[in-house]
């Protein structure tokens, strides 16, 4: 699940003190080392010395970028026409905070992007030294590994080795995801924003399988699509059962044993939905991580509007210029209204049955 760090450096260094000079000086030198990766796709394909298995993945890229544009109305740029190897398993590391009993998420604030939940660092360890940092302050903190972002086009933003080597429709997704934000991204609404994207993806590579003519791989696809809904299901019916344990009057001790239960009945829920699925453990390595409100945070910035938009599509009758134009409009609101407008189209079973039947 990536999370999508936004650069505009030459824009927002002179504007912060020498306490943030380091972090921008890192975010900025990653950037730079990526441009310097980075090579045109085409004179990859055309040097007799480019890996066949590559060639071919690079090949499958460039007809992505094509569909992206033609068939799905999004950016028709240079972003993901080029080709950087970074040399490690992702590209950068996010890191989100909420206070112990809280599911609000810490934001800090980027003069193109506006306030986000999380802070990007292209060095794992500082993300972790940054991460103990709140801990020690007595928040919840998270890092998580990104594979692909999003810099709105103020750069040439490349296909990554961070993802080439997954199937073919994932890096397809990737890069539906990512050209949705440069089509719309609403400044300072990371939800807003990654939800959209995040229904674009979807939707993006629904169409995409289906005009390949491909029944089983898109069958294939529906079939992970179903089991990363119920997951989400699962997931966010906990984190609503923490939010109103945190809006309570209990006491410290109370809410923190309250919060511990919590997590762990989240994971006997997991259990019997992996036996649902025949004991499959697609989500095991989630679940193995030591869960805390930042992680929950996480997952919530992509999916809790998804299907919003995918019922403003559905009233669109599937038209993705009218859906656009919808969006905008809404993105166009001043964020409480922005919220409820959208809250408004969210389906009353995502909102009140987002359990899992045992």
Not at 27 to 54: C, H, S, W, Y
Not at 100 to 116: D, H, M, N, R, Y
Not at 209 to 236: H, I, N
Request: glycine content about 6%; some cysteine; charged content about 25%.
């Amino acid at each position: 699940m990536p999370i999508r760090f936004v650069l505009a450096l030459t824009l927002v260094l002179p504007l912060f003190g020498c306490a943030n000079l380091g972090y921008y000086a890192q975010a900025f030198n990653g950037q730079m080392d990526l441009i310097a990766k980075t090579r045109p796709i085409d004179e990859l394909l055309a040097d007799d010395g480019t890996d066949a298995v590559l060639r071919e993945k690079l090949s499958t890229v460039l007809a992505v970028r094509e569909y992206a544009s033609r068939e799905l109305g999004l950016p028709d740029n240079n972003s993901y026409r080029a080709y950087a190897d970074v040399g490690r398993p992702y590209v950068l590391w996010n890191v989100f905070a909420t206070p112990e009993f809280s599911l609000k998420a810490q934001e800090w604030c980027f003069v193109i992007t506006g306030c986000v939940a999380y802070r990007g660092y292209f060095s794992q360890k500082e993300a972790e030294a940054f991460a103990a940092t709140l801990r020690a302050q007595g928040q919840d903190a998270y890092v998580g590994g990104v594979s692909a972002y999003s810099t709105l086009g103020w750069f040439r933003d490349p296909v990554l080795n961070t993802i080439i080597d997954r199937p073919s429709v994932d890096i397809a997704g990737l890069m539906f995801h990512e050209l949705a934000h440069q089509r719309l991204y609403v400044r300072g609404d990371t939800t807003f924003s990654e939800s959209f994207a995040m229904a674009i993806e979807l939707e993006g590579v629904r169409r995409w399988l289906k005009d390949r003519a491909d029944p089983s791989e898109y069958e294939r696809y529906e079939a992970r699509m179903t089991r990363r809904d119920e997951f989400v299901a699962l997931v966010l019916k906990h984190r609503d059962r923490l939010d109103s344990l945190y809006q309570s009057n209990l006491g410290v001790a109370e809410k923190r044993a309250g919060k511990a239960k919590i997590f762990a009945e989240m994971r006997e829920d997991y259990q019997r939905l992996k036996a649902q699925w025949g004991g499959q453990g697609y989500y095991d390595s989630w679940f193995a991580q030591n869960l805390n409100n930042a992680h929950l945070v996480s997952l919530g910035t992509y999916h809790r509007y998804v299907p919003a938009f995918q019922a403003l599509l559905a009233r669109a009758q599937g038209d993705l210029d009218a859906f656009y134009r919808s969006v905008e409009e809404l993105g166009r609101l001043p964020e409480i209204e922005r919220t409820a407008a959208i809250s408004t189209l969210l389906p009353t079973a995502t909102v009140l049955d987002t359990s899992v039947t045992p």
